[in-house]
């Protein structure tokens, strides 16, 4: 007994333990829940509004998440250089780094507004019911104004989470979360006097809180207190080497976020394609599995800044320690989690019925057993958020993109697709393929993690 205890208290106490990741990793958790509650409540506003508004927002803002992705997941990239350059001492370079990323967001929000024009003939062709196209493109097109604020926020947050300060992102989330749910509120049902405009009414929301909180990472870079290391405001040239570098390993992260996005959207789109219980049950049970996935989300990037940070300083053994402590953490929230998840599961469906709903019954039927999936899968996804974390945060980034790439195509979408158009598959049968391909991922970065090729890779010279 004794033995064990002084294992967990070396564990706690040293340099990549558990304590450091809690540390920088709990602003991060708690700001990937604010983002759970603000898409919870979202949803749950939609969901009362009108039964299909409720499904037309989770497809069309998983489709703009989907194009938009590619442009988070390059210009998020600069928490990760930053925590090299922060751990290798060179500071100077941090502000010119969080610039770069804000270039990529321009790019990105320029992009995805010039698609909505395209958004009505999209969601025809998928074949959804006339309201829920109506819908859809409505929120997309509302949506895609303020998606360059988006990626804006995600590269300016890299200041902060790169260096390990990670409570102003924490507060910035806050601010975000009762500037949207305010104006849901508002917006969506048409109370203090505003119009009454459903699911437009809700992008419009989304679209100020990115503003707002990219308004809040600007003024925090403006006060003395981190003015002077960011020089953020003096580097704002492109820099060609650092230009390079973010797109050398932050572009394969992009596209390692877009082929999952992918993947994903495309398994939902799909399900679209059977009964509407089916594709309901399956919205449900996504934006539920957001309570066990997001808080995760915050934990898996605590690991990738403090293992970026140890790379910096080329403490490789350091970096491995930090994976371990994430899995300690991990597995005893994720427990906790499934296990309700399987004991109470109508506490969390039942929120999702609407006065209007006249067919909830078989949509919670389905989605008991869903929740069921989710538990399962759920405790190999954290395997995936931990590792993959792990080797984003060395910079081992190719590896991590051409996975998912092959997995979201040769093992949900293809077999998905074959299941349902070829074999008329009930939606279990789907999950069964959803399931797989999560297990497969998990079991994939932890033999990449095992490998030890990630420790020899180089992002600061």
Known sequence: MENILNFFKIRWLEKGGIKELLLVSIPLILSASTTTVQHFIDRLFLSWYAPEALASSMTAGLFQFTLLSLFIGTAGYTSTLVAQYYGASKNEVIGSIVWQGVYISLLGGLFIIATAPFSPYLFKLLGHPEMVAKFETEYYTYLSFGSFFGVCAAALSGYFSGQGKTMPIFLGNVLSTFVNLFLDYVLIFGNFGFPKLGVKGAAIATDIAFFSICLYYLFLMAIPKYKERALFYKNFLPQKNLMKKLVEFGFPNGIQFFMEMIGYSTFLLLIGSLETSSFS?????????????????????????????????????????????????????????????????????????????????????????????????????????????????????????????????????????????????????????????????????????????????????
């Open 281 to 461: 049950a399956t919205t449900i049970a996504f934006n539920i599995n957001n309570i066990a996935f997001m808080p995760m989300l915050g934990l898996g990037m605590g690991i990738s800044v403090l293992v970026g940070q140890a790379m910096g300083e080329r403490k490789a053994e350091r970096a491995e320690k930090v994976a371990y402590s994430g899995s300690y953490i991990a597995y005893t929230y994720i427990i906790v989690v499934c296990s309700l998840y399987l004991l109470f599961p109508t506490f969390f469906i039942n929120l999702f019925e609407s006065e209007n709903s006249r067919s909830f019954d078989e949509i919670r039927k389905y989605c008991i057993i869903l929740l069921r999936f989710v538990a399962f899968y759920t405790l190999f996804d954290t395997l995936n958020i931990i590792f993959s974390g792990t080797l984003r945060g060395a910079g081992d980034t190719k590896f991590l993109f051409k996975v998912i790439s092959f997995m979201s195509v040769f093992v949900l979408i293809i077999p998905t697709y074959i299941a349902v158009h070829f074999f008329s598959a009930h939606i279990y049968s789907a999950w069964v393929i959803l399931s797989a391909q999560v297990c497969l991922l998990g079991a994939i970065f932890l033999l990449r993690f095992k490998s030890g090729k990630w420790k020899n890779i180089k992002i600061v010279d």
